[in-house]
């Protein structure tokens, strides 16, 4: 475990750590009141624990502070759960899966939704306890949004406990577009890519339409061998393939696929082209691309009028014509943005965006 990766993903808390209290007053001598060291040598020892954060930890030269904060970091102990008691891994179909059911259409509060899910930590994040979650489990699940509030408390309601249902490592993100420019919802996601991976390694992503509830909690939010379409079978569409190679609403993807295909096109304001073009991306340089099967990718479309923000896209078709040409240079590679606010809500991490606008 420790040989993979930087200092950050070696020691943050997604390999099961956990806070121990008692019956460690032998690691509590070594580690506790670790705030750093004058010689600037700081070990950042691998089992640690912190009193005060809840977020990703970030090891400099005076210690251990929140990458969100800033704040230093008071640290008591942490153990890998997985070293220490030897947690099985948690498993890619657990038995707290109900299959498919009847989403629920209701807008709670926020705060109602938070209280129904007490395992939720502030940020949007839940960690299983009783099993250490694969590599592929821990995911990053980005909604771009905008005006919409209705629909993200209904998704909200819906998403929290499937996800939990599912024992995945996960972390919600809003990314809010900022101003009244046209939506664009491929820039956003690359925000949300770029973002997220700044607070924490993610190797795996899901990014979210805001309207789209999964109906099947056998569909896993996770990363198979390769990108694949997560809602393939809509309510809307009586559960029938949208067409063939669509790849919009929600898709998943590891952190190196998204890179290798250099993530959404950020040339596309407005509604439509934008997923015709990313599907065009894995296909090109990845070869493939899959689909969940129409028996479980099930979703439940939520209604809306035509958004005033997000008018039809009348260039997307002549985008698309000359998409294969801008691969590498719109996407991940040309992403430009401000964040204009970054907070820890109860069910999410909200990331209000500048994005400027169309060019
Ligand atoms: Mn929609």
Redesign the pocket.
């Known amino acids: 475990m420790l040989s993979d990766g930087t200092l950050s993903s070696r020691i943050s808390v997604n390999r099961g750590i956990i806070i121990i209290l008692c019956c460690t007053v032998s690691l509590l001598t070594v580690f506790s009141n670790f705030t750093g060291s004058p010689d600037n040598h700081v070990r950042c020892p691998p089992l640690l624990v912190s009193l005060d954060a809840n977020g990703a930890f970030v090891c400099n030269a005076s210690g251990y502070y929140d990458a969100l904060t800033q704040r230093p970091l008071r640290l008591l102990i942490f153990y890998d759960k997985n070293d220490v008691m030897n947690l099985p891994l948690c498993d890619v179909k657990p038995a707290t899966l109900i299959g498919r059911r009847n989403v629920s259409l209701e807008a709670h509060s926020e705060e109602d939704i938070a209280a129904d899910n007490p395992k939720v930590l502030r940020g949007g994040r839940y960690r299983p306890s009783g099993c250490v979650p694969r590599q592929r489990l821990r995911v990053a699940v980005i909604v771009a949004y905008r005006d919409r509030q209705e629909h993200l408390q209904i998704l909200l309601n819906n998403l929290h406990p499937f996800l939990q249902r599912q024992q995945l490592d996960y972390t919600v993100f809003l990314v809010e577009q900022a101003g009244n420019a046209t939506f664009n919802r491929g820039k956003l996601f690359n925000v949300g890519f770029v973002e997220a991976n700044k607070l924490r390694e993610y190797p795996c992503f899901v990014f979210h339409?805001?309207?789209?509830l999964p109906e099947n909690d056998a569909n896993a939010y996770s990363c198979p061998q390769y990108p694949t379409l997560l809602s393939s079978a809509m309510e809307k569409n009586k559960y029938r393939p949208i067409y063939a190679d669509y790849f919009g609403g929600v898709v998943s993807f590891s952190s190196r696929h998204f890179r290798q295909v250099n993530g959404f096109p950020n040339l596309y304001w407005g509604w439509g082209g934008e997923d015709d073009d990313l599907s065009l991306r894995v296909r090109t340089r990845l070869g493939k691309l899959l689909q969940e099967p129409a028996d479980t990718g099930q979703y439940t479309?939520?209604k809306?009028e035509k958004?005033a923000g997000n008018p039809v896209n009348p260039q997307r078709f002549k985008l698309l014509n000359a998409a294969a040409k801008r691969f590498e240079t719109d996407g991940l590679s040309s992403l430009s943005y401000s964040v204009v606010k970054l907070e820890r809500k109860p069910l999410y991490t909200w990331i209000l965006v500048d994005i400027g606008q169309p060019g």
């Open positions: 339409d805001v309207d789209l479309m939520l809306h958004d």
